[in-house]
T-cell receptor, first 113, second 114 residues
């Protein structure tokens, strides 16, 4: 059974650009959530989606957005990139809400120059 | 707001020995879940163990066990018979019932010495 797949694994952008990251959850999983991991701030919650609906959003500026498609795949977008957006972005999926266990992908490493 | 605190940025243990990682949390909720996640250098987070707050019995998964003290809001992880493959960052996490949002601690880097 394939795990959570995130693409791209690595990317380099410059300030002011935008980026889109993709996450394919485990087959049958309908809940997807996103986290930002940085050395300074640690792991911070970005969004949570279930059945194409955003159920929860973390404390991030409006430049961070996301969506979920009918096949449960999810994308997140960061516009007008800043140096501080450099991070590992992790996606996690679960079969449904309130199951207790999230399965994480390997992440997308974003570097902003 | 819920917070999770891991007071040990780094820990080390000899192979085959036992180590305990500490975690405290703060919440006003009564229904929640607690987790320990492991993140090896390859970066993929793996669930080690979970504990439902309504269960008094401490969770155990093979060599991993927790000491859950609800009144003290403490949730420590004990690793017995430590193995080289246990070397990783360990994150304590909290989730309120009804939400998929995890609140993580800053992590503890565990080194296992041969």
């Amino acid at each position: 059974k394939a795990g959570v797949t995130q693409t791209p694994r690595y990317l380099i952008k410059t300030r002011g650009q935008q980026v889109t990251l993709s996450c394919s959850p485990i087959s049958g999983h309908r809940s997807v959530s996103w986290y930002q991991q940085t050395p300074g701030q640690g792991l911070q919650f970005l969004f949570e989606y279930f059945s194409e609906t955003q159920r929860n959003k973390g404390n991030f500026p409006g430049r961070f957005s996301g969506r979920q498609f009918s096949n449960s795949r999810s994308e997140m977008n960061v516009s007008t990139l800043e140096l501080g957006d450099s991070a590992l972005y992790l996606c996690a999926s679960s079969r449904t809400v309130n199951t207790g266990e999230l399965f994480f992908g390997e992440g997308s490493r974003l570097t902003v120059l | 707001a819920q917070t999770v605190t891991q007071s040990q940025p780094e820990m080390s243990v000899q192979e085959a020995e036992t180590v305990t990682l500490s975690c405290t949390y703060d919440t006003s909720e009564s229904d929640y879940y607690l987790f320990w996640y492991k993140q090896p250098p390859s970066r993929q987070m793996i669930l080690v163990i979970r504990q439902e707050a309504y269960k008094q019995q401490n969770a155990t998964e093979n060599r991993f066990s927790v000491n859950f003290q609800k009144a003290a809001k403490s949730f420590s992880l004990k690793i017995s018979d430590s193995q080289l493959g246990d070397a990783a960052m360990y994150f304590c996490a909290y989730r309120r019932a009804g939400s998929e949002k995890l609140v993580f601690g800053k992590g503890t880097k565990l080194t296992v010495n041969p």
